[in-house]
Every structure is written in C-alpha cells, then in structure tokens.
T-cell receptor, first 114, second 115 residues
Framework: GAGVSQSPRYKVAKRGQDVALRCDPI?????LFWYQQALGQGPEFLTY????????KSGLPSDRFFAERPEGSVSTLKIQRTQQEDSAVYLC????????????FGSGTRLTVV | KQEVTQIPAALSVPEGENLVLNCSFT??????LQWFRQDPGKGLTSLLL?????REQTSGRLNASLDKSSGRSTLYIAASQPGDSATYLC??????????????FGKGTKLTVNP
C-alpha cells in the first residue's frame, strides 16, 4: 500500500484482557518498528524487525509484550493481561533497510485499558 | 543514553509570524535527525530529514538546521498559518541497547497559530 496501515484504530480493553494490534508496512520495506507513545510524551522504542527477524526487543516493557512478523510483512504486537499503565498510542513505522531515507509512521492504535 | 529535549513545550503565535522551534540532543553520534508533525489523535508525518553530513534542509516554508557538534537543531517556520497548528517532534537516529538503529524522540512542541 501507499502508507503504513494500523488496525484497530481504537481499542478499549478491560484490565487483564489480551489484545493484538496489527501493522501493515509499506510494501518492500524491510525494517519495521513499534513505538509506544504515552499521553503528552514522545514515542518510545519497543522493538525492531528486519524482515521476519526480530533483531531488537530491548524496549519491550515486560514479558507481557510480544511482537511477531512471521512472513516479513504484516506485524502483530500482542499484549497479554493488559494493565492500566499499558494505555497509550502504539505506533508502527517502516523503512527501507536503513533509516537513512527516513521512517514512515502509521496513524497508530489508541489503547485504553479500563 | 541519548536524550532529546525540545523547547518550548508549547507556543502560541498570531498568524503570519515567523517562529523557531528548538531541539537539543546529548549524544552527537547520530546518523540523522528528523522533524515530524503530529496532529491530535493522528500518527506522525515526516517533515524534514537531515543526514548527519548535512547542515540544513528546506521544504516550502520550513527550514531545519543541524549542528551535530553542539547537539542542536532548529525548525524554522516562515509566515505561520492556522493550519500549522500541531505538535512538532524532533527525533535523532541512534543505537538501542540491543545494538540496532532507532529513533529517539523529544516530547514535542505544541504549536498553536491563531487567526
């Protein structure tokens, strides 16, 4: 597609519920990133994929967070047993192999845990 | 650890004014610096990308400069318009603890241009 597509656009989850957030990157983009943006803050790095390989997950806040990109295109960020502090906007970005040409971000998924 | 600071946190100006947004970063070993715009409830729109070897980039009414040695960048907006109202984020590309490249963001400057 022409841009990075994320779904759902909004998600309300009850505390303890599992959620799955989807990202469709730009076709042909090798690199895919997930970021978390809390209210009033800048985005914070979560994890990075190069094709299907998850090369870096150093930003994932706990083992309740899991991400995958099994065929090197679509990626899913899964959060198990959601907690209120997980409420944030989750942004996906893709780029060519290197970020030298910049990153393209999706519109994000706003997760609210109640 | 790379830290990015943006000043001011918020700015309100009358339409037509020229303005400058500031960004500073603590580690000068960066690949590039990127300015983004974020509208309420929306994702990030890339405005300008400055490679580490470049000093500035221009696009329309926007001009961004980069001084790696001092760890500073500025975004200059000429003849501001109400449609420029948004949050402007500065991000530098650096290394994660896991050894890959990533963007490190400031908290943003919320700009309001009043008609």
């Amino acid at each position: 597609g022409a841009g990075v597509s994320q779904s759902p656009r909004y998600k309300v989850a009850k505390r303890g519920q599992d959620v799955a957030l989807r990202c469709d990157p730009i076709s042909g983009h090798v690199s895919l990133f997930w970021y978390q943006q809390a209210l009033g803050q800048g985005p914070e790095f979560l994890t990075y994929f190069q094709n299907e390989a998850q090369l870096d997950k150093s930003g994932l806040p706990s083992d309740r967070f899991f991400a995958e990109r099994p065929e090197g295109s679509v990626s899913t960020l899964k959060i198990q047993r959601t907690q209120q502090e997980d409420s944030a906007v989750y942004l996906c970005a893709s780029s060519q192999l290197s970020g030298a040409y910049g990153y393209t971000f999706g519109s994000g998924t706003r997760l609210t845990v109640v | 650890k790379q830290e990015v600071t943006q000043i001011p946190a918020a700015l309100s100006v009358p339409e037509g004014e020229n303005l400058v947004l500031n960004c500073s970063f603590t580690d000068s070993a960066i690949y590039n610096l990127q300015w983004f715009r974020q509208d309420p409830g929306k994702g990030l729109t890339s405005l300008l990308l400055i490679q580490s070897s470049q000093r500035e980039q221009t696009s329309g009414r926007l001009n961004a400069s980069l001084d790696k040695s001092s760890g500073r960048s500025t975004l200059y907006i000429a003849a501001s318009q109400p449609g420029d109202s948004a949050t402007y984020l500065c991000a530098v590309e650096g290394w994660t603890q896991g050894g890959s490249e990533k963007l490190v963001f400031g908290k943003g400057t919320k700009l309001t241009v009043n008609p």
